[in-house]
């Protein structure tokens, strides 16, 4: 159920699933299961000092963007979140005033997988009525071109207060997960999992048929590459060391948001994304290489594939996750 619902959100074609619809299908999916939320729009964020996302959504010809926090509270269960699950959903992505050719912007309806597995795991997880207290980030936004829209060399201001130069307007996603990640550790989970279809260096990588996974506790690397093979979603572990900031400095703010040149943009996207991630929160990213491919995936056999439900859902229940992080 939880799987289908990720692949059935993602599949949806834009002009269908705009930033207005899949808010108000997050809140029907809220009632029906139970499950706390609060949206915070432009405005609300403007004044929370989220300028990494804002600067994505500033392209929009509507005004709809929006961070969505849902709640998962079982029954007995503490208000503070064991577990935290961020999406990328990044509705359409044009690739901005940096705009992608054709076939490259042909499918980026998807661009929002990483939210829509958000919602699956959510899903799955309450209707097998697990006993963590649960909160999910979903980043929902457009990335449009246009005389608003953010441009290379603009400085903008994130949450927690440092400053990103942007290089590249298509590598958005990593701008609107930066707030939303920043929103996710303020009520210190015991772990934060986000998901996106963040790069296609992680494509080129270990191409559809694996998703690439990132941590700032690098012990979880055996446990995330078992977990893969246990679920049949299968995952291969990327560093995320110091070193690759190297990459990122900026002569005119604290970090650029890419590099123009470099290779491996797969692990400086999550370096970027470990910037905004305390460090006392064990983290893992999935980049969803395999949220697509060409004649199905194993047991799925669409193209779109929903991939990363029974992954997460083996990490966090068959695995306990939050148990094994809190240890590190």
């Given amino acids: 159920e939880g799987l289908n619902l990720a692949r059935w959100l993602t599949a949806l074609p834009p002009n269908v699933l705009d930033a207005g619809a899949y808010t108000g299908a997050i809140r029907q999916l809220a009632s029906a299961q139970g499950w706390q939320l609060k949206f915070f729009d432009t405005k609300k964020l403007q004044q929370a000092g989220a300028g990494a996302f804002l600067a994505v959504a500033q392209g929009n010809a509507t005004d709809d963007a929006g961070i969505v926090h849902l709640r998962y509270r079982p029954k007995g269960a503490p208000k503070q979140p064991q577990l935290a699950l961020v999406g990328k959903g990044i509705i359409f992505d044009t690739g901005g005033t940096n705009l992608k050719p054709f076939l490259s912007m042909l499918d980026m309806h998807i661009d929002m997988g990483g939210s829509a597995v958000v919602a699956g795991v959510l899903t799955t997880l309450t209707r097998l009525q697990s006993n963590l207290p649960i909160d999910a980030w979903l980043a929902i936004t457009e990335n449009r071109t246009g005389p608003t829209a953010y441009k290379s060399q603009d400085v903008v201001t994130a949450m927690n207060g440092k400053t990103i ?30 998901y ?14 694996y998703s690439g996974v990132f941590t700032n506790r690098p012990d979880l690397h055996p446990v995330l590459k078992k977990c893969g093979r246990e679920s049949g979603e299968r995952v ?12 990122l400095k900026s002569d005119t703010a604290d970090i650029a948001q890419c590099s123009p040149s470099s290779g491996g943009d797969h692990i400086l996207a999550s370096t970027f994304l470990n910037e905004f991630v305390d460090k006392d929160v064990p983290w893992v990213h999935v980049d969803l290489s395999a949220c697509s491919r060409k004649g199905g995936l194993a047991h799925i056999p669409t193209e779109i594939t929903g991939f990363g439900v029974r992954f997460s859902t083996a990490l966090i229940l068959d695995r306990n996750l939050t148990g094994t992080v809190a240890d590190k």
């Fill in 196 to 209: 996106a279809t963040l790069t296609g260096a992680c494509l080129n990588a270990v191409t559809a048929r």
């Fill in 165 to 194: 130069q942007t290089i590249h307007t298509d590598a958005e996603g990593r701008m609107a997960l930066a707030d939303t990640l920043v929103m996710a550790c303020q009520d210190k989970p015991k772990a934060i999992v986000d």
């Fill in 236 to 247: 291969w572990p990327f560093p995320v060391d110091k070193e690759f900031l190297e990459e």
